[in-house]
């Protein structure tokens, strides 16, 4: 039975004809779904790495909150495992001493690759300091992914960060990464490595030193999921590790999920939106054959930005749902994967964890899962029997995992629900007192508070609203 509190999702139950997401008569429908009744189970469980779920702490996005005095606590709220610190481009012309980046040092150089736009344009500083605050608010349960300048600086001033990290501000130094995306034909990234051998070669050196100034740190070299946009991924990651070995093979591999939906999103759209994670996952699973043995890390995930055309689905509310999903399936189908973390926590647009504007509804989304994860020792898919599809894929749109902590410790699911079908689940294998937000995907919802909300006690069944996250805690 299920017992419910809270605002109601309303005309969004009302039953129709079809099982699928096309079955929204516009963008803006929120009626006509059929209720759907599936059976639920739990499948075969694997032991969960400690902090698996974290997030970007970047200097592009944390430059919009210079003035916030909240932003650790902020960051505490979302319950991240791991905080890649400084994150991104930026990492690559990061000056820590300075806390912030040096000016793009191929201005203006020419060939195929354009340079890009980093550089130092806002005077924001972005310290250890800042990064220790946020460390402290979340009581030490996030630990930092240390994201190291190999191209604009040297090794020696990285250590030097480092044990100031540690010394001065009791920062555990245990993820170390070297670099951000040199497979992008960037005109720097090309001038400092031309090849992904030449890459390889710092990554031995580094490696080795690394190991010698911080025993059992474990660091990471930027790895390719090969993509067309880019003819520098293919071939990447074996090109490096070919001379990356022996004491200086690197202990990890990173890896960078950013698919693309470039195009207006209608009601129409939504299955193949939510079809994108599916197929990206087993991209990013086909990638790490390349290194087998070696653990992934998957540093940034995430929908790609570089859509600026009408309805931009990283502007509404099925991008919540499309990063929920991509986690759970990224957890599901990369056995290799070691830590997920989400591609930022602040910035100006719906697809950042925070905007100006507070949570957003991707925000919460990363809080409800990172909060399910943490401390959890074992995870496991939740397995569905029927239920609807995503359209001509056929993928279930249904989607779930389930996180247990200690050898009888309590139990958090996450459900995401990706179709316009009130669905009725068994609920015996993880029930107990749930949270649940729904809302319509092709809309911008500003803030997590702007969602449906309803909440209660789930024991023989839940029902799952259409387009909606759920929560789940036994």
Known sequence: ?????????????????????????????????????????????????????????????????????????????????????PAGTGANYFQWQNGYPVADPAAGAKGSCAPPAESQTDGFQFTLGDLAAAVRAARGTATPV?????????????????????????????????????????????????????????????????????????????????????GRTQGWTSGLLSVATGAGKPDAITLHDHPEFNQTLTAAGLPALFAIPYSSAENVATATRQFPGTPAWITEYGLSLHFGGANAPQLTYANALFESEAAI??????????????????????????????????????????QAARGATREAPVVFSGGPVLGATGDPALVGESFRSGFAGGQSTMLINLSGSTVTIGAAAFGGGYRQVSGDPTREIGTASGLSTTSGYADRTITLAPYSMTVIKG
């Open 329 to 370: 399936l990224l957890a599901q189908q990369v056995s290799a994967a070691t830590l997920i973390n989400y591609w930022s926590a602040f910035g100006p647009s719906l697809n950042y964890a925070y905007t100006a504007s507070g949570l957003t509804p991707a925000g919460l989304a990363m809080q409800w899962l990172d």
């Open 146 to 230: 240390f994201d190291l300048n190999v191209m604009t600086a040297s090794l020696a001033s990285q250590i030097d960060m480092l044990r100031t990290a540690q010394d001065r501000y009791g920062l555990p130094v245990r993820y170390v990464e070297l670099g951000n995306e040199f497979y992008l034909c960037n005109a720097d990234y090309v001038a400092a490595f031309p090849t992904a051998q030449d890459y390889g070669t710092t990554v031995a050196a580094d490696v080795k030193a690394l190991h010698r100034a911080f025993p059992g740190v474990r660091v990471a070299a930027v790895g390719a999921v090969p993509s067309v946009s880019s």
């Open 1 to 85: 039975m299920l017992r419910t509190s809270g605002r109601l999702l309303g005309a969004a139950l009302v039953a129709g004809t079809c099982l699928a997401a096309t079955c929204l008569a516009g963008a803006g429908a929120a009626q006509a779904r059929a209720d759907a009744t599936v059976t639920a189970s739990l499948g075969a469980s694997r032991a969960v790495p400690p902090g698996y779920f974290g997030i970007n702490y970047d200097y592009g996005g944390a430059a919009v909150y210079a003035k916030d005095r909240s932003v650790a606590q902020q960051i505490a709220a979302l319950a991240p495992g791991t905080l890649r610190w």
